[in-house]
């Protein structure tokens, strides 16, 4: 059962638009949530985060905004570039789960395509 | 970079033949993970390790073992490869106390 969802396997947006990422959990109780950016043949790398305490967290152009009560959070890059073509991931890091920090559990992930 | 080399970066095998993937890191850090990345899955945590000789089993652990006897280095292996086992797999670090992991570029591996 999914605890993590990323419903929109796929997502098009011209460049100089704003790109929006979703992102939906099951489980009340994590307390962390990350994003991470996949090109190919290359490991995912940690692009944002937020406290499940916070609503917003923003750097640069991308922010990321969390609704505890919908469960729900997303990222949004403003503008979108060409560049930020890529598997985007959603994260959530769970307390009962592997120790003081918690284990990572993700999405599917959504793939972004900026055109020019 | 977080410090972290896999090895191979390609692997190709038969079905049923045993393999060891290494994941190295040169920072010294605690928590490290193996994660296998399959099409419509996402990353899915396969073992973890908090400390050398300590591990513990993720979501997919089945058909696969780990070992960490030193701080550095981190294996995981098949001990009779599947073709299920066909996928991409990422080791990963945990930062200190923080929550954000970083992971490695990768090891693309082909059971046949």
């Known amino acids: 059962d999914q605890q993590v969802k990323q419903n929109s396997p796929s997502l098009s947006v011209q460049e100089g638009r704003i790109s929006i990422l979703n992102c939906d959990y099951t489980?009340?109780?994590?307390?962390?949530f990350l994003w991470y950016k996949k090109y190919p043949a290359e490991g995912p790398t940690f692009l944002i985060s937020?406290?499940?305490?916070?609503d917003k967290n923003e750097d640069g152009r991308f922010t990321v905004f969390l609704n505890k009560s919908a469960k729900h959070l997303s990222l949004h890059i403003v503008p979108s570039q060409p560049g930020d073509s890529a598997v985007y991931f959603c994260?959530?890091?769970?307390?009962?789960?592997?120790?003081?920090?918690?284990?990572?559990?993700f999405g599917k992930g959504t793939k972004l395509s900026v055109k020019p | 970079d977080a410090g972290i080399t896999q090895s191979p970066r390609h692997k190709v095998t038969e079905t049923g033949t045993p393999v060891t993937l290494r994941c190295h890191q040169t920072?010294?850090?605690?928590?490290m993970y193996w994660y296998r990345q399959d099409p419509g899955h996402g990353l899915r945590l396969i073992h973890y390790?908090?400390?050398?000789?300590?591990?513990d089993k993720g979501e997919v652990s089945d058909g696969y073992s780990v070992s960490r006897s030193k701080t550095e280095d981190f294996l995981l292996t098949l001990e009779s490869a599947t073709s299920s086992q066909t996928s991409v797999y990422f080791c990963?670090?945990?930062?200190?106390?923080?929550?954000?992991?970083?992971f490695g570029n990768g090891t693309r591996l082909t059971v046949t």
């Open positions: 990963a670090i945990r930062e200190g106390r923080g929550f954000t992991v970083h």
């Open positions: 489980n009340s109780m994590f307390d962390y």
């Open positions: 937020i406290s499940s305490i916070k």
């Open positions: 994260a959530a890091s769970d307390p009962n789960y592997g120790g003081s920090q918690g284990n990572l559990i």
């Open positions: 920072e010294n850090h605690r928590y």
């Open positions: 390790s908090y400390g050398v000789k300590d591990t």
